[in-house]
């Protein structure tokens, strides 16, 4: 991927200067947590010597530390297939991290030149619960992940050269997704709950005579946050979605946006630098002290197009969403709206009645309209409240808000789900079976709106 332009305090970043900035590599930050990293050096208490029984590693004897093949400083560890039988596995030592984060899980692996090709496992990883994932690599020479009983994805990868894999495992919505050299190869849900618990390579099965070889492998927790709601088009009511990066920290930081849209659609369009339709935009580099703004496409000629998108950083990144709305009357209006992450319990606020002015004359009405995703991939969140209004009166305690299956996003007015409320304001105190993005929008008349506090 390549951006045009970036904007900064001091103007605009040269468009060669940002293409080779998304295209470096997943590397740990200084600023995100970091489990496990280790290129194998001396440094890290390594000697050349077999890997199980250093720093806790596990696994079979040929695995071993070595000083001749390296992608960085001055060894690797090497994994000969010729002489082995099924599957053999060097096993990290044991991790912990936590459940509501996302951790990415990176290794330089390359599979010699010379020699019957084998198929191994540049990464796979493990919970307390079991199997989570894997990124394995076929005789034929392509890259997949691994899931519970199937794979996805592929990508031919090359003999005799470093490649760079990794894995997010994204424990807010149990899914993977795997990367070779920055491209994706696919995604899928995680085959177990639980935490990150240790980290495993080498060969899958029928051995062949060549070589594995890795290094620079690591586990670094991201961050996750959520666009709960976005819009793009619309035939004469014409919607725009922008989102507001911006890194504040001292060190880069990597970022992934996944687009989830409604219905059938896959695509959206991205008006930034003539993206054109896409379904996420990975890795790319911000910078300290960078904005970035993604845009979509708004185009008036295309129907409406809602959804939801999800933010992955290797550190904390501050971000907003702001809609735009070319309305029926002619007139632009905008909303500025947090980007959350994931609550399963939050109080909203809500307006539902009308706006007299100075002089006692009715000049609108507020509405209350409510988002609300599902992070998860594969379970459902069950969403119930209990109202009231600014006076404490109960209009009805654990009623149900909504139910939404894996990944499903909802938009609505508030009061055609909760009709008892009619034209009053007060407080929704809810609890998700599940933690989801809520967001809460108050329109004054028909087109303008402002975003409300989520608690």
Known sequence: MKLSTIRTGHGKRNATWLGFMLAVTLAPLANAQVFLSTGFEPSDGYSLAPLAGQQGWTGPAPAVV????????????????TGLSGPQLVISPQLISSSSSIVTVEVHFMQSSSGTASDWFPLSTFSANGFLADIFVTSAGNAQVGLASSAVGSVPV????????????????????????????????????????????????????????????????????????????????????????????????????????????????????????????????????????????????????????????????NAQAIFRRHALDGNYYEGAVPVVAAVSSFTLPYDDTAYANPAGSVVANFVTGIALTNPNPTSQALVTCSAFDQNANSFGTNLQFASLAGFQHTSFVLTSTLQALGSNRGILVCNSSLPVGVLDLRFFGNYALSSMPIW
């Open 158 to 317: 090359s003999r005799g050269t470093w490649n760079d894999y990794q894995m997010v495992l994204n424990f807010q919505t149990g899914t993977v997704t795997g990367y070779v050299n920055s491209q994706r190869i696919g995604s899928g849900p995680l085959a177990n709950t639980g935490s990150l618990g240790a980290v495993q390579f080498g060969i899958l099965g029928t051995p062949g005579t060549d070589t594995g070889f890795w290094d620079q492998i690591s586990a670094t927790a991201t961050v996750s946050q959520f666009v709960t709601h976005l819009a793009d088009g619309g035939l004469g009511d014409t919607w725009q979605t922008d989102i507001l990066l911006a890194n504040t920290a001292t060190s880069p930081v990597v970022v992934s946006l996944v687009f989830h849209l409604d219905g059938s659609a896959t695509l959206l369009p991205i008006a930034t630098a003539n993206l054109g339709p896409v379904s996420s935009i990975d890795n790319f580099v911000i910078p300290p002290n960078v904005s970035l703004l993604i845009r979509t496409g708004g185009s008036p000629a295309t129907p409406l197009e809602t959804g939801w998108a999800e933010i992955d950083s290797a550190a904390p990144i």
């Open 66 to 81: 070595e000083h001749l093949t390296f992608f960085a400083g001055t060894q690797a560890v090497s994994l000969p297939a």
